[in-house]
């Protein structure tokens, strides 16, 4: 017969339980904050390798770069949370009418 592991979840108490789960918990989320960093550096040398060859490239650039802006902003400046929402309406708008034509 094989040994079976022990399960020592089951012969913790609720403290020690709770204190486990949430160290787990933590080591997930920063391999995932790390894995999440080397994809947006790989983003970022992919768009700063080479010039946009259109206006919906340069627009995707540009909504990149807005994003990280806006993710950056304090929550009281509406102003240009305001202003950023209403420059990507605007490349909405535009990119829509140029593929209309």
Known sequence: MADQPTNLDTHRGMAAQKATDLRRLRSE????????RTRQTELEDLLAA???TDWPEAGA?????????????????????????????????????????
């Open 29 to 36: 989320v920063e391999a995932d904050q790390d894995a999440l």
């Open 50 to 52: 080479a010039p946009a």
């Open 61 to 101: 650039k540009a909504r990149y770069l807005l994003g990280l802006l806006a993710q950056s902003l304090d929550a009281s400046d509406l102003r240009r949370r305001r202003l950023i929402d209403r420059v990507l309406a605007d490349f909405d708008h535009l990119l829509d009418k140029s593929t209309d034509d």
